[in-house]
């Protein structure tokens, strides 16, 4: 809910649970008011910033004299007194870098307007609407749409800007921010994913400091190394309790996410391009269009928080949001076989996999041009003829036979330099022109910004699709950006490069999700090195990790969590000793960790035990039973691995009538202490059945005294579950 208050001139932008209010000043000097939780709309006018403040630039506000770096500005500038960071900065027709907004104009609009060419979030069924507020500088000569959708049930807003023109000439974009705000006190800690390859996204929390605390990527992906989130929690705050503010941009390039703590101990909390490889001419008329950011405040601590997101990217995300969207069961030939496969082995490990429940087999990396290792053939997307003489009909129709759809990887957007494509056209990968351009896993980049490249993969990847009958395509992506040089764009448009890829690579996805709807695409990028709300609107699951070890991936899962819901998340029980770090777990620990995620399995099933086979069986079962739930229940993380040898998490149904409850040991111990669990999110009326300890009890039991669980001495990496199940659903 979206109003205007004319005496007040303040917008009152309204969720569930919470408010942001912005106030114009009279003399048309736009500022953030408040963003926390809900409040009356009264005239906040009396809540005053300090007037005039010592050695400072000062302006007439109307109100009297202020000093602009003590104004909370809803989108600052340059030049004009406020010295904190800018969210636009432009050079404008008169040659310099100092500018600065006035109001302009509003309206409130039903619905969201669409963010061209990128991701965002749908309104879908959900009367929405969007106040769009423009700023204007006519001596820089541009003018800027702020727009802010309320999505209500979620206590999320999204915002964008959209910068246009005004003027006869040119102007230079170099920073501009998706959103911006100020909040007047600094008395919170930071909580960002950081990490690396098969390491992605733990949890490290920091207190804001005086300056700026920032994380971005300048890899031309959201990367491994920082995801593009954060949370901006009270220094109090814990899983369960506290004010919690996220914020997550929708896009899977490069990114800035920043506090900055100034004099007076206000945080000014900005997201959007990186400006450091980002620049864009704008000519006049043309608009340019930020990614969307997520925001949301939550006073139920972390999990609310996470909540909220994992709610609006499930109800509002683009695929995520298809109330159709089913998790295939997939079974991945990669840590089976590698590169080492020809028709007669995949044929066998399909039918070793028959009868075990699995949905769909996915022939991973190897299956086309000549590629027998990593240095050959991307770019060519045509069969490897040595390795599968008959095309794909036959492995196709012994899927189908055994009651199991086929799926097949690709990576679009690379070129090797051992490859057809690359002799015929050597400049389109990324490079500039005097310097030989660096590899990585052997492999270049293919310019996304060139639309004939597009095309030339669209047609190659829609043949492969359109021949044969393919249900699941993973998208890999596996070496970030050097040398950021397009042969097409003009010399001083070079820093446009690493934005224009993201919107062909989009483009591309975008295309052939229209003409091949029935496919299912799973995103990747060397397991979790693009795992953001930008694939995401494209690609409902992504493999999480290249690390697929049951207790490495109790962090990376826990990790993810914050910002991205459990479903979203691919996760495969594969062989022991586990192939990246040689440590073997229980099958049972496997399955524990990996059944809240989108579930699969990554190894040889003909090498398995009967007994492995029959646990196949029986954790497929469940993960059907527990489907719904993960889909659209509630996911509480109870225990921190961070912060303990143990993890704990749960998740409860929609309708809380059923409940799953994992507590996994990193290592054991000789007197391992019992760990007192108590659970969330129960109806607390409801008798919950637990057939793991053959009792009934209350939800008000479960939850205020919770469950006492205890591990075996001196055992490694055990974990235990429990399902709650409502005696009378
Ligand atoms: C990296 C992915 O994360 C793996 O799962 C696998 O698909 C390889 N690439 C194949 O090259």
Not at 251 to 272: C, M, N, P
Request: charged share 20%; hydrophobic share 35%; aromatic share 10%.
């Amino acid at each position: 809910m979206i109003t205007y208050e004319h005496d007040s001139r303040a917008f009152y932008l309204e969720t569930d649970n919470t408010s942001y209010v912005i106030r114009i000043l009279n003399d048309s000097i736009v500022t953030h008011s408040y963003y926390g939780a809900k409040i009356p709309r009264e005239d906040l006018a009396y809540y005053n910033v300090p007037a005039a403040i010592n050695f400072s630039a000062s302006i007439q506000t109307g109100s009297g004299c202020n000093s602009p770096e003590a104004l909370r500005y809803e989108y600052p500038t340059f030049g004009r007194g406020d010295y904190r960071s800018p969210a636009v900065i432009v050079q404008g027709c008169d040659g310099s870098d100092v500018n600065e907004l006035r109001y302009l104009s509003h309206r409130i609009l039903s619905g969201t307007p669409k963010v061209a060419d990128l991701p965002h979030l749908d309104t879908n069924t959900d009367p929405l609407q969007t106040l769009e507020l423009v700023l204007e500088d006519p001596v820089s000569g541009y003018e800027v749409c702020l727009y802010y959708t309320t999505f209500d049930a979620c206590d999320v807003i999204s915002r964008h800007a959209v910068i246009r023109n005004i003027t006869d000439s040119p102007i230079q974009i170099k920073a501009l921010c998706s959103a911006s705000f100020d909040i007047e006190s600094s008395d919170f800690d930071m909580i960002t994913l950081q990490g690396s390859w098969a390491r992605e996204r733990h949890v490290e929390r920091y207190p804001l400091h005086h300056g700026v605390s920032a994380i971005s990527s300048r890899r031309g992906a959201s990367s491994h190394q920082l995801n593009p989130f954060a949370a901006i929690a009270e220094r109090s705050a814990t899983e369960h309790s506290g004010a919690v503010y996220g914020i997550s941009l929708i896009y899977s390039g490069d990114f800035r996410l920043a506090a900055e703590v100034d004099h007076f101990d206000t945080a000014r909390i900005q997201i959007g391009l990186n400006p450091e490889t980002f620049s864009w001419t704008l000519n006049p008329g043309a608009v340019f269009h930020t990614p969307e950011a997520i925001l949301t405040y939550s006073q139920t601590g972390l999990n609310g928080m996470s909540q909220n997101l994992h709610n609006v990217c499930r109800q509002h995300l683009g695929k995520c949001a298809d109330p159709n969207l089913k998790h295939p069961i997939i079974i991945n030939s990669w840590e089976a076989m590698y590169f080492d496969f020809n028709e007669a082995k995949m044929i066998q490990f399909i039918k070793d996999c028959a009868g075990l429940g699995i949905d769909t087999v996915v022939m991973d990396d190897g299956w086309f041009g000549h590629r027998d290792d990593d240095f050959t053939s991307l770019g060519d997307w045509f069969i490897y003829d040595r390795k599968l003489p008959n095309g794909l009909t036959h492995i196709i129709e012994t899927c189908r036979q055994n009651g199991m759809n086929f799926g097949i990887w690709f990576e679009p957007e690379m070129i090797s330099r051992d490859s057809e494509l690359f002799k015929a056209h050597p400049d389109w990968c990324i490079h500039l022109p005097h310097r030989e351009p660096i590899e990585s896993r052997h492999q270049l980049i293919l310019d996304m910004s060139r639309p004939e490249v597009v095309d030339c993969i669209f047609e190659q990847m829609s043949k492969i699709l359109r021949n044969y009958d393919i249900s699941y395509v993973k998208w890999d992506m596996n070496r970030h950006m050097t040398d950021n040089g397009s042969a097409l764009l003009p010399q001083g448009c070079q820093n446009e490069l690493a934005h224009r890829y993201m919107l062909g690579v989009y483009h591309l996805i975008a295309r052939l999700e229209a003409q091949f709807p029935h496919v299912f695409f799973e995103g990747c990028s060397g397991g979790g090195g693009r795992f953001d709300f930008g694939m995401l609107y494209y690609m409902p699951q992504i493999w999480t990790s290249d690390d697929s070890d049951a207790v490495e991936r109790l962090k990376i899962q826990y990790g993810t969590s914050f910002a991205y819901p459990p479903c979203t998340m691919v996760a495969h029980v594969s062989a022991c000793p586990n192939h990246q770090t040689g440590r073997t777990t229980p099958m049972e620990t496997r399955g524990n960790v990996a059944q809240i995620c989108s579930f699969g399995y990554e190894f040889d099933v003909g090498r398995l035990s009967e007994e492995d086979k029959a646990a196949i069986r029986s954790q497929i079962i469940k993960h059907r039973q527990m489907e719904d739930m993960i889909n659209h229940g509630t996911f509480y993380r109870l225990v921190s691995p961070f912060e303990t040898a143990l993890c704990a998490w749960q998740m409860v149904s929609k309708h809380q009538n059923q409940a799953f409850v994992m507590v996994a040991w990193q290592t054991g111990a000789p007197q391992p202490k019992p760990l007192y669990l108590k659970l969330h999110g129960l109806d607390p009326t409801k008798q919950y059945h637990i057939p793991q300890l053959g009792i009934a009890r209350s939800g008000a039991t479960l939850m205020h005294v919770g469950l006492a669980v205890t591990m075996p001495a001196n055992v490694d990496h055990a974990s235990v579950a429990f399902d709650l199940i409502d005696q009378q659903a």
